[in-house]
């Protein structure tokens, strides 16, 4: 089976949604994932690349983001935060010859972390990959980013190896990038975990402290 373009669709899940994310869900983007904990990690280029204000992080978002391939935006679906943007993540690196992508650019609002959300967003982004014919999906993390790290392996990804010396963070030093993979034929028993994840939160709608609640009453998880 041959790789064919993904659609942007909606994709709706038990507790998250993904839609095409747009210039217009920046200001939610921004209330949602312009955090120094979600940037410690090495998002954007690390703690230095954190945007000070809207202004900068449009700014940011437009050179960071591959809007040319398929930017999602997070919704959660349920319970008191239905609604709510709490997060972002991208299929991009579209090599559709190849049957390959990047599953990428990922971020969640600190609140939702250890939450449903990043488990269902792996399901579903990486059942619309395979379901158009890709037999590989790459995933990957900077190296000092350990969380990000055990989360890609709690989804089941193989690990790879480290790509050494790859880009620069924003304060100059290189960054080294552990490399990781969802193969086509690896999915069905990933899927089953995933599924066997989620099941575990049933009942336990996605709660957090607002993130549009004024950043200075927000305290990260």
């Known amino acids: 089976m041959s790789a064919h373009l993904l659609d942007a669709k909606l994709l ?39 945007p000070a204000d809207l202004d900068t992080f449009v700014a940011f978002a437009e050179k960071y983001y591959q809007w040319e391939s398929l930017p999602y935006a997070v919704r959660v679906v349920a ?24 599953l990428g650019w990922t971020a ?60 620069r963070r924003a304060d100059g030093s290189w960054r080294d990038t552990a490399v990781y993979s969802v193969l086509a034929d690896e999915w069905p028993v990933v899927e089953a975990g995933l599924h066997k994840r989620l099941d575990g939160y049933l009942g336990k709608p996605v709660t957090y402290s607002d993130p549009r609640t004024p950043r200075s009453r927000v305290l990260p998880s």
């Open 12 to 50: 709706t899940g038990r507790f998250i949604s993904l839609e095409r994310l747009s210039r217009a869900h920046l200001p939610e983007l921004h209330r949602a994932i312009a955090h120094p904990a979600v940037f410690a990690g090495g998002y954007g280029g690390g703690p230095h690349g954190l």
């Open 108 to 167: 969640y609002a600190p609140q939702v972390w250890g939450t449903a959300v990043n488990p269902e967003t792996k399901l579903l982004m990486l059942g619309a990959a395979f379901d158009h014919g890709f037999g590989r999906v790459k995933i990957q993390a900077d190296v000092l980013n350990s969380r990000s790290r055990a989360a890609i392996l709690g989804i089941g990804a193989q690990f790879e190896g480290i790509n050494r010396r790859v880009q």
């Open 79 to 102: 319970g008191p935060h239905a609604g709510d943007l709490v997060g972002t993540s991208t299929l991009g690196d579209i090599d559709q010859p190849n049957e390959a992508l990047h």
